[in-house]
C-alpha cells in the first residue's frame, strides 16, 4: 500500500524533529525543573522558558516579556476576548466585544460567554469573498467595544482580512485590538513591529510544535486580566506551572517558521494553485471559497456540487488521503460551516465543501496524488448522493 497523503495541516501537523531535539531536555533529567525554583534545576528550566519567549518574540516582532505562553490557540483566543473584557469591567466600561462572524469558535464561543457574563457582542458580517468590510468595522469602533477582534487568515478558506488597517484604526479609536494569527504565522510574513494589534493568538501545533502549546502576545498589560487564577507566573495574566518544553518547542517551532516563511509562502502557493487548476480541470463546475480574496497559501477549500462533504471524505480516506471538511472542531456535525454560511454559500454547496491543507512536508507529488484520485471520488459520490436524492 502507498503512504498516505496528509492535506489537513490546518487541523494540525506533526512535530518536526529539530523541534522534538529542542523540547526533549526538558522532558528529562537535566531540565526538568519547576521554573519558579530557584535552585539548578529550577534555574535551567527558567532559562529555557526565558529563551523560548524570546524566539516567540523575535519570530512576531514583539519583546519577550510580551510573550504568554498558553495551552494553545483556544485558550489564548479566550484570554484576548474574556480577558479584555473584564478589564474593561474593572475601568467601569461596558463589555463589548466586536468581532465577526467567520472567526473560529475559540473567539465566537468567548464573546458567547462574555454576554453571559452581562456583556454585549457584535458580530460584524462578511462579503461574499469572506471579508470585513473596513467601514462597517471602523463604524462600529465608534460604540467603543473593549476589544475588536478579527483573525488574519480564516481556517477554513485561507482568506486573510486587511488586518494593518483595521488594527489601524481600532488603534486610533482607542479600542485594543486582537487578531487570532494561529493560520496565520509561519503561512506569509507577519510582524508586530508593523501592525498595531494589542494582542496576537499563536498556536504551537500548526507549526511543527506539539498540541498543547499556544501563546497570546500581549503588548499592553493594562488591556487584559487574567481569566485563571493562582500563582502570579507569566507576570499574573496566566498563572501556573509553565508548559516549559513546550514552551521551547513553540520557541524552536517559531523561529523555523520566522526563517522559512519568504519560501514556505511561495512554495505553498504554487502547490495549492497546481492544486487548484487540477481539480478544476477534473470537475469544471468546482467552487473554489474566496478565490478571488487574497488567501494564506496553505488552505484551499472546495465546493462541489451535487456531492457530500462527509462521503467524499470518506472515499477520500479510502484513496489515501485525509482532509476535512471546514474546521476539525467541527466534524461529524451536519451543520454547514458557519464561515461558508457567513459567506452566503447555499446550505447544499457548503455541505458538499472540502478543505485541503497543505504544509511543511506536503510535496508535489502529495497533490499529484489528490488531483489523481478525485475525479473517481467525486463521480462515485455524485451518483451516491443522487442515489439518496440529496444535493
Ligand atoms: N484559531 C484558529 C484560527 C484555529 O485554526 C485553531 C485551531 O484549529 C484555533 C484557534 C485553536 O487552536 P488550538 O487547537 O491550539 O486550541
Redesign the pocket.
Known amino acids: 500500500m502507498t503512504t498516505p497523503v496528509y492535506l489537513d495541516h490546518?487541523?494540525?501537523t506533526p512535530v518536526r524533529p529539530e523541534v522534538l531535539d529542542a523540547m526533549l531536555p526538558y522532558l528529562g533529567l537535566s531540565a526538568f525543573g519547576n521554573p519558579s525554583s530557584a535552585h539548578r534545576f529550577g534555574r535551567a528550566a527558567r532559562a529555557g522558558l526565558e529563551q523560548a519567549r524570546k524566539e516567540v518574540a523575535l519570530a512576531v516582532g514583539a519583546e519577550p516579556n510580551q510573550v504568554v505562553f498558553t495551552?494553545?490557540?483556544?485558550?489564548?483566543?479566550n484570554l484576548a476576548i474574556v480577558g479584555s473584557a473584564l478589564a474593561a469591567r474593572e475601568k467601569g466600561q461596558p463589555m463589548r466585544v466586536l468581532t465577526t462572524a467567520v472567526?473560529?469558535?475559540?473567539?465566537l464561543a468567548a464573546a458567547h460567554h462574555v454576554v453571559k457574563l452581562g456583556g454585549e457582542e457584535e458580530i460584524l458580517g462578511v462579503g461574499p469573498d469572506g471579508l470585513v468590510e473596513v467601514d462597517e468595522f471602523v463604524a462600529a469602533l465608534h460604540r467603543l467595544p473593549a476589544v475588536a477582534s478579527v483573525?488574519w487568515?480564516?481556517?477554513e478558506t485561507g482568506v486573510r482580512q486587511p488586518i494593518d488597517r483595521l488594527a489601524e484604526a481600532s488603534c486610533g479609536a482607542g479600542v485594543p485590538f486582537h487578531s487570532?494569527?494561529?493560520?496565520a504565522f509561519g503561512k506569509f510574513p507577519i510582524s508586530l513591529a508593523t501592525t498595531s494589534c494589542t494582542l496576537l493568538?499563536l498556536?504551537?501545533?500548526?507549526i511543527g510544535a506539539p498540541?498543547?502549546?499556544?501563546a497570546l502576545v500581549v503588548r499592553d498589560r493594562k488591556a487584559v486580566e487574567a481569566i485563571i487564577h493562582g500563582g502570579g507566573q507569566q507576570f499574573g495574566i496566566r498563572p501556573g506551572t509553565e508548559n516549559v518544553a513546550g514552551a521551547v518547542a513553540l520557541g524552536r517551532a517559531a523561529t523555523l517558521a520566522a526563517a522559512e516563511v519568504a519560501t514556505e509562502s511561495a512554495r505553498l502557493a504554487d502547490l495549492r494553485d497546481r492544486l487548484a487548476t487540477g481539480l478544476r480541470a477534473a470537475v469544471s463546475d468546482l467552487v473554489i471559497h474566496g478565490e478571488r480574496a487574497a488567501r494564506a497559501p496553505h488552505v484551499l477549500n472546495v465546493g462541489v456540487p451535487g456531492a457530500e462533504a462527509e462521503a467524499m471524505l470518506m472515499h477520500l480516506d479510502l484513496a489515501g488521503v485525509a482532509a476535512s471538511g471546514g474546521?476539525?472542531?467541527t466534524t461529524g456535525s451536519v451543520e454547514p460551516s458557519h464561515v461558508l454560511v457567513a459567506m452566503g454559500v447555499d446550505r447544499a454547496l457548503a455541505l458538499g465543501s472540502v478543505r485541503f491543507s497543505l504544509g511543511h512536508e506536503t510535496t508535489e507529488a502529495d497533490v499529484a496524488r489528490l488531483v489523481a484520485v478525485f475525479p473517481g471520488v467525486v463521480t462515485k459520490v455524485r451518483q451516491l448522493t443522487a442515489t439518496l436524492g440529496r444535493g
Open positions: 490546518a487541523a494540525t495551552s494553545g490557540g483556544t485558550e489564548a483566543d472567526e473560529h469558535k475559540a473567539v483573525m487568515a480564516n481556517n487570532d494569527a494561529v493560520q493568538t498556536s504551537g501545533h500548526k498540541k498543547g502549546i499556544g474546521s476539525a472542531c
